[in-house]
């Protein structure tokens, strides 16, 4: 029984103490049973209040400890670390969860949300009284790391995790690895191309021989966890030999009478039922998409390549940690929004930088010259209404520097930008002040006042009233209008179905803590990083990968987990050896052993998971689950009904 | 303030630490709201309640108890949910020997992501304890 208990009972900043009373909660649970120290703390997490805990708990010689403060999600291994600094087992420590399950839940109702925190931190008083202190032990842990999307992100991870030393398997849905980057030009700041930068990346994976590359490659079930994964991935063939005659290829690509919109393109050009994206694109092979092929022979006709006959294939791997970075999709404006689908000069900035990518001596669209563009900012993004609330905060910058671009390769064209504000953060300022000694003009509005986008005598014009002159209305004629659509997450069902990595209010996937862990997810050993937990840029998604592939490889790098104690217990005097408990144990770690001439029921303690399906079966009682005992729980419930 | 004067049912949520308590964290963090009167503890898996630990807080006061269930996700296995269930089933016999009405413990599976759900599960438990039973 601990009999020196210290409670500290964070405010959060404002998260907690703004809807939690964190003196009446303190106030409330000062003389319970046991408590010797009981302190508010504005945040526990910090250093200096861990030391402070350090201080208290060598000064008080306390024996148990609880922090009421975030989800143990975030902050449990913070303060089991605080109490193991301070001379405690850590198992002496519980953790009371008042922001998650309490403030942010009952932001509308502050008296219950106080009552809640009240009786939340007896609980866990009530719990620390009687816990007690355990040793950790061992499982292996497989080194190898499953990478999901080859994208700038993923790709980057992957290279980082082979420097390590770590084997990874590569796995891309597309048949071209590569991303969105691959369908960009010119990049900020490096004036490198997105495919150069493909390149570079494409050529290092395939020089690394501890990365296996799958392309056109899913993931069909997962199971197992951290350290223990096993996944199943469907590999759908490209359809033509790996060695291929180049030439015949090609003119195996110009027989093919199929024509379907090409989405490299983003659906601007068409492209055939065999295919690449450009030359060069890797792998080096095209691929023929069977969905839209006719099977009418041409190709095979003529290249010796094309082989049907391949089939699919399932592949099972074994990793220790999954690395997901599987992207954005660009947004994609509804049927008349801004004229998107009804003014056939109305795109979007990424087919409009195709557009660039694609025309050469004069800027060319739907055969009539271009010169003056509009472009109408945060479509699909800060939305008032809907899903799209965030701002997707590369769309300024690479609108600004898609302007730049146009201008310096074609002449005659005048920049008119439709802006809610601009938001090029850090050195991509310098390009917004380029933009602005080039001559372009920038205009105003509000979300309550967009631009208008409409046709009038056959030309497409831009409305705005400008905040910037006094809401003075100006109108531009406008060649082409380009919306500057946002990102959203990447269409990825069957992903999020088997990883089940919870999403936030965006829709993208959701870190732990967005300062503190922020590649890490809540189902432990997968971790995530580029734009599919959030619009990011590319250095910004290179940033983030190097942090996920360095925090899978933590978990792993050792070959082994040091695991959680919590495992089953068997009462030896109350045990009669029935059977019913090494019945169910999905993992054979119940035998049966004697204790003297008793026959009773033996934990294999290493082989034991921990998930308690023996302890409701005993007929007697006679199991019991460290750090969920009887007591533990018993005294919780008496302490939450109290 | 909104929400005060209205009685809430005492709920006690036996959740799982790796498959539901993300999903009850998330609703937090979401700022989805359901009666402060619910009350979790977590375990490893749904399968791991003892039917001691339910008919406990019925003793003590609660008005109904909602297991969380790990459902297909359990990362335990996939016995889970049968388990969970015959649980459930044992605790409705005893319930109902002691005469408690057994509608006071209810089940569904709470996925990592079922934050909605979740809030909807409480928010419809709460409605029928406070009609039936409180």
Same mark, same amino acid.
């Given at each position: 029984m601990n009999t020196k208990i210290g409670v500290y009972i964070c405010h959060c900043g404002g998260n907690i103490s703004d809807y939690v009373d964190v003196e009446k909660v303190k106030q409330a649970v000062e003389?319970?049973? #046991?408590? !010797?120290v009981a302190k508010t703390t504005i945040?526990?997490?910090?250093d200096a209040n861990q030391q402070e805990m350090v201080d208290d708990i060598q000064k008080n010689k306390l024996d148990s400890v609880v922090v009421a403060s975030c989800s143990p999600k975030l902050h449990l291994a913070t303060f089991q670390a605080v109490a193991e600094r301070a001379g405690?087992?850590?198992?002496n420590y519980v953790h009371a969860n =008042?922001? $998650?399950?309490v403030s942010w839940a009952h932001s509308d109702n502050k008296p219950g949300a106080t009552d809640k925190a009240i009786k939340i931190v007896r609980s866990a008083i009530a719990r620390v009284r009687v816990a007690e202190p355990l040793e950790s032990f061992s499982i292996n842990a497989k080194k190898a790391v499953a990478v999901i999307g080859g994208g700038i992100a993923g790709m980057k991870a992957a290279i980082e995790l082979s420097s390590m030393g770590c084997p990874v398997t590569l796995i891309e849905? $597309?048949?071209?690895? #590569?991303?969105?980057?691959?369908?960009? +030009?010119?990049?900020?700041?490096?004036? $490198?191309?997105g495919k150069e930068l493909v390149t570079r990346l494409y050529n290092e994976v395939a020089a690394r021989e501890n990365i296996k590359l799958y392309t056109g490659a899913e993931i069909m079930s997962q199971t197992g966890s951290i350290g223990d994964f096993r996944l199943k991935i469907k590999i759908t063939p490209?359809?033509?030999? $790996?060695?291929?005659h180049k030439g015949n290829l090609q003119k195996a690509i110009e027989a093919c009478p199929v024509d379907v919109p090409d989405e490299f393109n983003f659906g601007i050009t068409q492209r055939k039922a =065999?295919?690449?994206?450009?030359?060069?694109?890797?792998?080096q092979i095209p691929v023929i998409d069977i969905k839209n092929c006719?099977?009418?022979g041409k190709c095979e006709a003529i290249c010796e390549?094309? +082989?049907?006959?391949q089939k699919e294939e399932t592949l099972e791997i074994h990793v220790g940690s999954v690395l997901v970075a599987v992207g954005f999709d660009p947004y994609t404006p509804a049927e008349?929004?801004?004229?998107?689908?009804?003014?056939?000069?109305v795109i979007t900035l990424p087919q409009f930088k195709r557009i660039i990518d694609l025309n050469d001596r004069s800027l060319v669209y739907k055969g009539k010259k271009i010169r003056d563009i509009a472009y109408v900012y945060c479509v699909g993004s800060r939305?008032?209404?809907? +899903?799209?609330?965030?701002?997707?905060?590369?769309c300024c910058t690479s609108v600004i520097h898609a302007a730049i671009q146009v201008k310096k390769k074609f002449s005659h064209i005048n920049n008119y930008h439709f802006t809610r504000?601009?938001?090029?953060y850090g050195k991509q300022e310098l390009l917004y002040n380029d933009s602005l000694k080039a001559g372009d003009i920038y205009l105003q509005s509000y979300e309550d006042d967009p631009p208008v986008v409409f046709s009038e005598n056959g030309k497409t014009k831009v409305k705005i009233n400008d905040i910037l002159t006094g809401k003075k209305e100006m109108s531009v004629e406008a060649d082409l209008v380009v919306l500057v659509t946002g990102m959203v997450p990447r269409e990825n069902k069957a992903l999020n179905t088997l990883l089940k990595i919870p999403r936030g209010r965006d829709n993208f996937y959701n870190e732990i803590? !967005?300062?503190?862990?922020?590649?890490?997810?809540? =189902? +432990?050993g997968i971790t995530i990083c580029g734009a599919c937990q959030g619009p990011k840029n590319i250095t910004e998604s290179a940033n983030s990968a190097l942090s996920a592939a360095t925090k899978s490889y933590s978990y792993i790098s050792r070959g082994e987990l040091s695991l959680e104690p919590v495992i089953a217990k068997i009462d030896e005097e109350k045990?009669?050896?029935?059977?019913l408990c090494a019945e169910v144990c999905p993992y054979n770690a119940i035998q049966k052993g004697k204790s003297g001439t008793k026959e009773i029921a033996v934990i294999n303690d290493p082989v034991c998971? #921990?998930?308690? !399906?023996c302890l409701p079966v005993c007929p007697y009682d006679a199991i019991e689950l460290n750090s969920y005992t009887n007591r533990e729980i018993e005294n919780m419930i008496d302490a939450l009904a109290g | 303030m909104p929400g005060i004067s209205i009685k809430s049912a005492r709920i006690l949520v036996f959740s799982t630490?790796?498959?539901?308590d993300p999903a009850i964290d998330m609703a937090g963090l979401l700022k989805?709201?359901?009666?402060?009167?619910v009350y979790t503890i977590t375990v490893?898996?749904?399968?791991?309640?003892?039917p001691k630990w339910i008919l406990r807080a019925y003793e003590k006061g609660f008005d109904g108890v909602f297991i969380a269930a790990d459902g297909s996700d359990c990362p335990y296995g996939e016995t889970c949910t049968e388990k969970t269930g015959k649980l459930v089933q044992r605790t409705h016999e005893i319930m109902k020997e002691k005469n408690?009405?057994?509608?006071r413990l209810k089940m569904a599976a709470i996925c990592s992501v079922c934050s909605e759900s979740f809030v909807k599960q409480m928010k419809n438990f709460n409605e029928y304890l406070l009609k039936n039973i409180s």
């Open positions: 003389h319970e049973e #046991g408590v !010797m945040f526990a997490c910090g405690l087992n850590k198992y =008042i922001r $998650e399950q849905r $597309e048949h071209f690895v #590569g991303g969105h980057t691959a369908q960009w +030009d010119f990049l900020f700041t490096s004036n $490198e191309t490209r359809y033509i030999k $790996e060695k291929c =065999i295919f690449h994206n450009f030359p060069s694109e890797y792998p006719t099977r009418c390549s094309i +082989d049907f006959s008349g929004e801004f004229g998107y689908g009804q003014l056939e000069n939305q008032p209404e809907g +899903d799209n609330k965030y701002c997707s905060r590369y504000g601009i938001r090029t803590h !967005m300062k503190l862990r922020p590649v890490e997810t809540v =189902i +432990d045990c009669t050896w029935c059977g998971k #921990g998930c308690g !399906m | 630490e790796k498959i539901s989805l709201h359901y009666p402060p009167t490893p898996c749904s399968s791991s309640i003892k408690i009405e057994p509608a």
